[in-house]
């Protein structure tokens, strides 16, 4: 089961709203590269590791990456924040207010709606493990491209610093292979 | 502006922290509150964007870690993993008052933790790394409970619901602006 923390693995206090690049950003709240993707990803493919350490490992970057959505979440709901219809609907996010309102919704950045094809599994250790290389990969790619978009240092901090962790889980993601394929697992 | 103050930090947990010493030395860090030492430790640190050159493989244990601060605010406590993009250097946390300076220690510790945490899920056998790892938990919990005691529960699991009324639904929740 699931602990709630009442914090952000990083803080967000964003000063200034900016509504273009909330609908930027929002491709990794439920775009193919974001944190909701990498954390079910993760999470379904726990169950058939073929020992401990990978259903560690498995577990516990899943669940980081849940808290990754959550600093995700906290970016849009504080770039939107306070932004009046007319804006909203200046920036693009008009359809968003149309069947949303305010509230969040996964979705890319072309605003279509987070969909579980966007996770890949394929029942076989080795195949799982080096999608999920390859996930990290994107989504380090992902922040940069966001980071290119902005110049905001509120905006830019947790950027980086959910770019950062997917150099660290990319990393223990190839040792896990390394070693399965070292003991032919 | 209010930049985060390295010192009270450094204070408030000194003798933690010295304890803590013993375990980090064997990563080649004399004190882990000096900011020289982060600073000459970083030397020949691979700042360039080539995410490809910055894999260590894995046989070759860390040979030094950041301190916990270091490694939060850069979202990495490991040197010889972390590289940079686009901004020259990590952004540091600038709380602005006494409830989020607490939190950032939390935060700072909790990470700490968390990231030995994923190398030991596959280094299971690196006894130094697991001290690291208790080190760090035990200071995440101290600094859970002094923030607790002033600000109130981080879960609801925690003593800090001790309280008539119920001060588990008080403000901030963690996505309010500060």
Redesign the interface.
């Known amino acids: 089961m699931w602990?709630?923390?009442?914090?952000?693995?990083?803080?967000?206090?964003?000063?200034n709203k900016d509504l273009k690049l909330a609908k930027y950003i929002i491709t990794q709240y439920g775009g193919p590269a974001g944190e909701l993707a990498a954390a079910w990803q993760y999470l379904d493919q726990r169950y058939t590791m073929p020992d401990d350490?990978g259903k560690?490992?498995l577990t516990?970057?899943g669940t980081?990456e849940l808290a990754h959505v959550?600093i995700i979440?906290?970016m849009l709901?504080?770039l939107m924040?306070g932004a009046s219809v007319e804006e909203l609907k200046q920036a693009g996010l008009g359809e968003h207010y149309a069947q949303f309102g305010r509230d969040l919704y996964p979705a890319d950045a072309f605003g279509n709606p987070f969909t579980m094809t966007h996770i890949k599994l394929a029942g076989d250790p080795i195949a799982n493990i080096e999608s999920n290389m390859g996930a990290e990969?994107r989504a380090?790619a992902t922040?940069?491209h966001l980071?290119?978009l902005t110049n905001d240092?509120d905006v830019?901090?947790p950027l980086?610093?959910?770019?950062?962790?997917e150099?660290?889980?990319y990393?223990?993601f190839?040792?896990?292979r390394?070693?399965y394929l070292e003991k032919k697992m | 502006m209010n930049t985060y103050n390295q010192n009270y930090y450094s204070n408030m947990y000194m003798e933690d922290m010295n304890n803590m010493n013993n375990i980090t030395n064997l990563y080649n860090m004399s004190n882990m509150n000096d900011m020289n030492n982060v600073k000459n430790m970083t030397k020949g640190v691979n700042n360039n964007n080539n995410?490809n050159k910055?894999?260590?493989v894995?046989e070759v244990k860390p040979t030094e870690l950041y301190n916990s601060y270091e490694g939060?605010?850069?979202?990495?406590m490991?040197p010889d993993?972390?590289?940079?993009?686009?901004?020259s250097k990590?952004?540091d946390?600038e709380p602005?008052n006494e409830q989020?300076q607490l939190?950032?220690y939390?935060?700072a510790y909790?990470?700490g933790a968390?990231?030995i945490?994923?190398?030991l899920?596959?280094?299971?056998d690196d006894k130094a790394m697991i001290d690291l790892y208790n080190q760090y938990r035990m200071e995440s919990e101290n600094a859970i409970k002094q923030y607790e005691d002033k600000f109130g529960?981080?879960?609801?699991?925690s003593e800090a619901t001790l309280t008539y009324p119920w001060s588990?639904n008080n403000s901030p929740?963690?996505?309010e602006?500060?």
């Open positions: 602990k709630y923390e009442k914090k952000l693995q990083y803080p967000v206090n964003i000063r350490r560690a490992l516990d970057i980081e959550e979440s906290a709901f504080q924040e990969q380090r922040y940069e980071m290119d240092p830019l901090a980086a610093f959910l770019r950062e962790r150099i660290v889980h990393q223990r190839k040792e896990l390394d070693y | 995410f910055c894999n260590y894995q939060f605010i850069r979202g990495n490991y993993l972390y590289n940079q993009y686009k901004v990590p952004f946390v602005m989020a939190l950032t939390v935060d909790s990470f968390h990231d945490n994923l190398y899920d596959t280094h299971p529960p981080l879960f609801v699991s588990w929740w963690p996505w602006n500060r």
